[in-house]
């Protein structure tokens, strides 16, 4: 079984990326690929408590519901990583990989190098994974005085709380492949799954670790 995690910050695209990269590997080789996440251990743990105690489905899409117990989530989450070393969370996850029986796991939510063996450490030396970290920019016209051509620059999507304005650069130092991307729903683009420019940037993922990994 081969075995990848992604990171980067909130609102890159790691979730398209996940999307793109199954639909590419059951196209081009027959592949099953199945997405996991440490986030759905959480909510497991949090499921029956916010059903029963406060009748709210923590599996739900509903962005305004999402917001009544999404602090509960980051602060159970917290509690939990910090009374095991950040061991918790990919113990669980863990478990639940071993019983899986396709032919790649993504874990679409590496987040953390805090502790000494933490989630980068478990995917990359732990489970013999790959770590991808992705980026998503803007390219912002930079003021010039007139008469001046022109000048864009890219403007990349910040952390949006502290937590991953401290550990994305020690994630992305030590991922085997970064991706950096547009932004293209500013562009315009509403089919993103099949937009040609995001393919092609997880087509050359998927090229340049053939000769590591054996899709066929």
């Known amino acids: 079984m081969i075995i990848i995690g992604v990171s980067g910050v909130a609102r890159t695209g790691k979730d398209l990326f996940c999307n793109i990269f199954k639909k590419q590997m059951k196209d081009r080789y027959g592949l099953i690929v199945t997405q996991m996440a440490l986030a759905n251990e959480l909510k497991k743990d949090c499921e029956e408590f916010l059903r029963n105690k406060c009748n709210l489905d923590v599996w739900t899409n509903d962005t305004d519901e999402k917001t009544k117990f999404r602090n509960l989530l980051v602060w159970y989450g917290d509690l939990k990583r910090k009374e095991t070393n950040g061991r918790y969370w990919v113990e669980k996850l863990a478990k639940s990989i071993n ?16 502790y000494p063996v933490d989630e980068v450490q478990w995917i990359k030396d732990e489970m013999k994974g790959r770590l991808v970290h992705i980026s998503k920019y803007e390219m912002i016209s930079i003021p010039r005085k007139q008469g001046d051509k022109e000048v864009f620059e890219k403007v990349f999507v910040n952390p949006p709380n502290e937590h991953e304005r401290i550990n994305d650069p020690k994630v992305k130092a030590v991922a085997d492949y970064r991706i950096e991307w547009e932004d293209r729903v500013h562009d315009g683009v509403t089919d993103l799954l099949n937009d040609k420019y995001l393919n092609d940037v997880v087509k050359e993922f998927v090229d340049s670790n053939s000769s590591t990994h054996t899709w066929f």
Do not use: F, Q
């Not at 019983?99 to 805090?114: G, Q, W």
């Open 99 to 114: 019983e899986c029986k396709s032919d790649i796991i993504l874990v679409s939510d590496i987040r953390y190098a805090h």
